[in-house]
């Protein structure tokens, strides 16, 4: 165990190749060109920098294939890109890390800025049905921590693991404690040692494209069952009690470091992994009259919780990428107990 | 009856040995008949024959359309990615473990339309992978649209009073980085099998555009009667060329 000083996106950086990263494939993009810049030069990573966001997931596909670990990482415009092979590596059960660094959209929107308006475009960006493994941490520290399971939760699943951030964290500087995290091994042979095809056609076996809808509920069936399974070894969320309120104020990323400051008043959860959603949320949301969601777009994790929970949830919505304390106090005082 | 096939499978598997590298049980392809594909798909095998390519160090990536079908074919593993992503699939593969034989077989629209960025920057990159370019001048599995190496003027579904654009110079972008290129058609077997095996060969990015036909969403409009008459239609068009260092619209040939 070391003491030292990282950026967040460093700290993504360092346990990648601590993790057993072997290929780093991406596109420049603020806020997330630091996790490339710290690749660069590390002798256990080959390292491309490629003409855009979609030529950088299809490269590390093919690198997981040929058997290396293989991440990329980039900002929401870029992760819009690369939406269509991620379906593709869900179909053809690929492990890879991407990481999304969230700044403000639409579009180019505020570059650097943070926000957290990507958390639906995690679960439903590529067209048809898959269900994936998202964590996303507040600290320098956890996003460390995270890297290493995003990397494991992936060979487990064979499946992109997405490894959510935002420009507030990602640009944090914390020190932390660099401890040794267990390494999943790949289960994926390589590719030049059998004759196996790769498609992203509905596919059984030899099979390599087929109409049947019963293979494909059952491979739908297959996919939904596997994430289920291995998320469930990850279960992260951090639940703050508080007997004396009523609430439950539910946030997440950079804006659940800003809700500790309301701990008094207020119960607080913080999921890490956000999708699937952690179960336990039901038992502890059950515990109070009022469940305050509060994210940095205009409402997308709530829709979640509602759905999760089936009662209605509260939403304070930031936008603009301004975390200001008074802001949100104002926002925020009505669901406290006394008014 | 059974004795027969028994006497020609064995045939087959013993004389043909390069359609060792097809899964037999796929076979034949689900292409219309007529269509160029199949012999590219032969003239592949042939190349990977003579070159002594294995299981164990060979893997053929396609992206989508008709011969992006073409990956699923092989007795080797083998990947059927997006439309157009091919080449930063086969990037990345060739990246992570040089001792394998990358080989893309895919279309000229997934390969020089949607997908050109790509190939504007894999040859920058000069990454040691083989394209082969199944180049039929049309989008033949979606009926017969104009694709990026269809002729001025040619009739399609898109372009019913004849295509106005320029069809698309490969041989300029992959000239420009100093990469393999080399263009050749389906009826100068001969010839294909040459430019496609130096391609197998050459140390860097190559480039193979084989002129194809596709008869039921190309030929049929521009009133070829069958996939003969497209296939002979080659045969008066081109001339090899193999010694000049920039192809004539006519010519087929190596550059280097
Ligand atoms: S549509 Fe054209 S390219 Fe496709 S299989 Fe038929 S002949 Fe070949």
Redesign the interface.
């Known amino acids: 165990m070391t003491k030292i000083l990282l950026q967040g996106n460093q700290a993504i950086a360092q346990a990648a190749v601590k993790a057993g990263l072997?290929?780093y494939?991406g596109y420049p993009i603020t806020p997330a060109s630091e996790i490339l810049h710290e690749l660069v030069d590390k002798k256990t990573v080959?390292l491309?920098q490629?003409?855009?966001e979609?030529?950088?997931i299809?490269?590390?596909?093919?690198?997981?294939?040929?058997?290396?670990k293989?991440m990329t990482a980039t900002s929401g415009p870029g992760f819009s890109l690369m939406q269509?092979?991620i379906g593709?590596a869900h179909m053809?059960e690929v492990p890879l890390v991407i990481v999304n660094v969230q700044r403000v959209g639409p579009s180019t929107g505020m570059p650097t800025l943070p926000a957290q308006g990507d958390v639906m475009q995690c679960k439903y960006g590529s067209h048809g049905d898959y269900f994936p493994i998202v964590f996303y941490p507040n600290s320098v520290d956890e996003l460390y921590q995270y890297t290493f399971h995003a990397f494991n939760a992936a060979e487990e699943s064979l499946s992109p693991v997405i490894l959510l951030s935002d420009g507030y964290v990602g640009h944090l500087y914390e020190t932390i404690e660099t401890k040794e995290y267990e390494i999943s091994k790949r289960t994926l042979p390589?590719?030049?040692?059998?004759?196996?095809?790769?498609?992203?056609?509905t596919h059984e076996g030899?099979l390599?494209?087929t109409s049947d809808p019963e293979i494909h509920r059952k491979f739908i069936k297959h996919l939904e069952k596997k994430q289920k399974k291995v998320a469930k070894k990850y279960n992260g969320y951090e639940y703050i009690e508080n007997a004396s309120s009523d609430t439950l104020l539910i946030a997440y990323g950079a804006l659940s470091r800003v809700s500790y400051h309301f701990k008094d008043d207020f119960a607080i959860y913080r999921p890490v992994r956000i999708f699937p959603m952690v179960e336990d949320i039901k038992e502890i949301a059950g515990q109070y009259k009022k469940i305050v969601v509060m994210e940095m777009n205009a409402g997308q994790y709530v829709n979640e919780v509602e759905r999760m929970l089936h009662r209605k949830v509260h939403l304070i919505s930031i936008l603009g990428g301004k975390i200001d304390l008074q802001e949100i106090w104002t926002k925020l005082r009505r669901f406290r107990r006394d008014t | 009856m059974d004795k027969i096939e028994t006497i020609q499978e064995g045939y087959v598997t013993k004389v043909i040995t390069h359609l060792n590298y097809l899964?037999q049980?796929?076979l034949p392809t689900q292409w219309c008949p007529g269509c160029g594909n199949g012999i590219v798909l032969k003239l592949v095998c042939q190349a990977m024959e003579k070159l002594n390519f294995s299981?164990?160090?060979?893997?053929v990536?396609s992206g989508i359309g008709c011969s992006g079908?073409s990956?699923?074919f092989?007795?080797?593993?083998?990947?059927?990615?997006?439309h157009g992503?091919a080449?930063?699939?086969?990037?990345?593969?060739?990246?992570?473990?040089q001792?394998?034989n990358v080989i893309i077989i895919s279309g000229d629209g997934d390969l020089l339309g949607i997908g050109g960025?790509?190939l504007?920057?894999a040859s920058r990159?000069n990454t040691n992978i083989s394209i082969i370019c199944i180049a039929n001048s049309i989008y033949g599995m979606t009926g017969g649209q104009s694709s990026p190496t269809t002729e001025q003027g040619s009739r399609t579904l898109t372009a019913p009073e004849g295509n106005a654009d320029t069809p698309i110079d490969a041989q300029a972008i992959l000239k420009a980085h100093n990469s393999y290129y080399a263009r050749t058609t389906v009826f100068h077997f001969n010839h294909a099998d040459k430019c496609i095996t130096e391609s197998f060969k050459h140390e860097g990015l190559s480039f193979v555009e084989i002129r194809t036909q596709c008869i039921t969403n190309d030929g049929r409009r521009r009133g070829f009667k069958n996939a003969y008459e497209m296939l002979m239609s080659y045969k008066d068009t081109f001339k090899i060329n193999d010694n000049t260092d920039t192809l004539e619209h006519n010519e087929i040939g190596i550059i280097r």
């Open positions: 072997g290929f494939a080959k491309l490629m003409e855009d979609i030529a950088s299809n490269a590390i596909i093919g690198a997981s294939l040929a058997g290396a293989s269509e092979s593709l053809m390589p590719l030049g040692t059998s004759n196996r095809h790769f498609t992203g056609l030899s390599p494209a | 899964k049980e796929r299981q164990k160090d060979t893997v990536v079908r990956a699923g092989f007795d080797l593993d083998s990947v059927h990615s997006v992503r080449i930063p699939v086969a990037e990345g593969i060739k990246n992570v473990n001792a394998l960025n790509h504007l920057h990159r």
